[in-house]
């Protein structure tokens, strides 16, 4: 299981999806562009001392994403048709978020097998990228019962 982000905005969020997917033991694939230089701080002032425990992969375009994890993508979208917990998740799916600004474009949309969505309360838009990647990690790992594994 990886977990990618279409071209984020916010280090902020990129530093604690880092550190997410450190301590849940899944890789993370970064699609450029990014909408920050990558050697700013707080990134790595976010993810702390976890940036070096991740298998992190940054990709320069989507086609060359694509090409590195042509397997099963799942989508996280706000108005995804299938809420998480009724989604089916498998060992090799790679997990995509769209940007914090723009969500996912309607190439990414296309691209993926299963388009799932966080129930929240009506009313409102959606959770922050980084707390939707913590709750989607979990629950897809929860399925596959890979957190018994981790210590």
Known sequence: MRLALFQPDIPGNVGAIIRTCACLGVGLDLIEPLGFPWDDRRVRRSAMDYY??????????????RRARPGRLVLLAARGSVPITEAGFASDDTLVMGSESAGAPPHVHAAAALRVRIPIAPGLRSLNVSVAAGIALHEALRQLEALRQLP
């Not at 070096?52 to 994403?65: E, G, I």
């Open 52 to 65: 070096d425990r991740v298998a992190l992969v940054r990709h320069p375009d989507w086609v060359t994403f």
